[in-house]
């Protein structure tokens, strides 16, 4: 049994976890910043999240029915936008590389990422087995690598 707690207390370490919190929670350089952001979009949810000792925000948010995701650091700057995006908005080798990583599934949602000057797509894929998978790619088609 001590293993088993000592295992699960070590996954929880070594796996962030997000934490959803109240806009009145964030310090007020992320809160101004998530009124900005959100002025033209509908707010879904915000969390925290500590990896590496850095705390950063997510803002969820749709935006024209399409969801638009943020990352912010603790003074309201972005770190990370995720854009929905349709398939076929996304540069042609991209496309090919998550349809061909999709194979026989269907591509369930499409997501333009940007990181300061970096651009990757993420795919979500249902497999013909029911589960859904994530494939992301560079805008060469090939795989994308977090850092």
């Given at each position: 049994?001590?293993?088993?707690l000592g295992?699960?207390?070590l996954?929880a370490?070594?796996c962030?976890?997000?934490t959803?919190?109240k806009?009145?929670?964030l310090?007020?350089?992320?809160?101004?910043?998530?009124?900005?952001?959100?002025?033209n979009a509908t707010?879904?949810?915000?969390?925290?999240?500590?990896?590496?000792?850095?705390?950063t925000?997510e803002?969820?948010?749709?935006?024209?029915?399409?969801?638009r995701?943020l990352?912010?650091?603790?003074t309201?700057a972005?770190?990370?936008t995720?854009?929905?995006?349709e398939?076929?908005?996304i540069p042609?080798?991209?496309?090919?590389?998550?349809?061909?990583?999709?194979g026989t599934?269907t591509?369930?949602?499409?997501?333009k990422?940007?990181a300061?000057?970096?651009?990757?797509?993420?795919?979500?894929?249902?497999?013909?087995?029911?589960?859904?998978?994530?494939?992301?790619?560079?805008?060469d088609?090939?795989?994308?690598?977090e850092?």
């Amino acid at each position: 049994m001590k293993i088993i707690l000592g295992l699960a207390l070590l996954g929880a370490v070594a796996c962030p976890a997000d934490t959803k919190v109240k806009l009145e929670s964030l310090p007020p350089a992320v809160q101004a910043a998530v009124k900005e952001q959100t002025k033209n979009a509908t707010l879904v949810g915000l969390s925290t999240e500590k990896e590496k000792g850095k705390t950063t925000y997510e803002v969820e948010t749709t935006v024209n029915g399409k969801s638009r995701d943020l990352v912010l650091d603790k003074t309201g700057a972005i770190l990370e936008t995720e854009d929905q995006v349709e398939l076929n908005a996304i540069p042609a080798a991209a496309q090919a590389a998550l349809r061909k990583r999709a194979g026989t599934g269907t591509i369930t949602k499409v997501e333009k990422l940007t990181a300061g000057s970096s651009v990757s797509y993420e795919a979500a894929i249902k497999t013909k087995g029911g589960k859904t998978i994530e494939a992301s790619v560079n805008a060469d088609g090939t795989p994308h690598k977090e850092d």
